[in-house]
C-alpha cells in the first residue's frame, strides 16, 4: 500500500517560516512527480509546488520566491520549504504523488499564518 504523510504544520506569524514534509512509503523515484497544493476555507484546492523525478521544480506564482521544493532521496520525503509566510498562506496543505497513473494523497497538514 503506498502511503503519504504530512507533518510540519502549525501556527506562525507572518513573515515566519515553517517546513513541511512529505513522507513516503515508497521511493520518491517511482513517483512521475510529487506535488503540494493546498485548500483554503472556501476555495479550491490549488498547485503550490511540484518537483518532477528528474529534478525540475515549478511553483504558483504567488509563493515564488519565498517557497521551496526538495527531496531526500534517502529518506523518500519531499519537503516544502515556506519562508516570507503570509496570512494569505493559511490552509491545509496537501502532498500528492502520481505513481503509475494512479493519484495519491496525504491527509494533510494545516498552516496557519497569523498577522
Known amino acids: 500500500q503506498v502511503q503519504l504523510v504530512e507533518s510540519g504544520g502549525g501556527l506562525v506569524q507572518a513573515g515566519g517560516s515553517l517546513r513541511l514534509s512529505c513522507a513516503a512509503s515508497r521511493s520518491i523515484f517511482s513517483f512521475n512527480a510529487m506535488l503540494w497544493y493546498r485548500q483554503a476555507p472556501g476555495k479550491e484546492r490549488e498547485l503550490v509546488a511540484a518537483i518532477s523525478r528528474g529534478g525540475l521544480t515549478n511553483f504558483a506564482d504567488s509563493v515564488k520566491g519565498r517557497f521551496t521544493i526538495f527531496r531526500d532521496n534517502a529518506k523518500n520525503i519531499v519537503y516544502l520549504q515556506m519562508n516570507s509566510l503570509k496570512p494569505e498562506d493559511t490552509a491545509v496543505y496537501y502532498c500528492?504523488?502520481?505513481?503509475?497513473?494512479?493519484?495519491?494523497w496525504g491527509q494533510g497538514t494545516q498552516v496557519t499564518v497569523s498577522s
Open positions: 500528492y504523488g502520481l505513481r503509475a497513473s494512479v493519484d495519491y
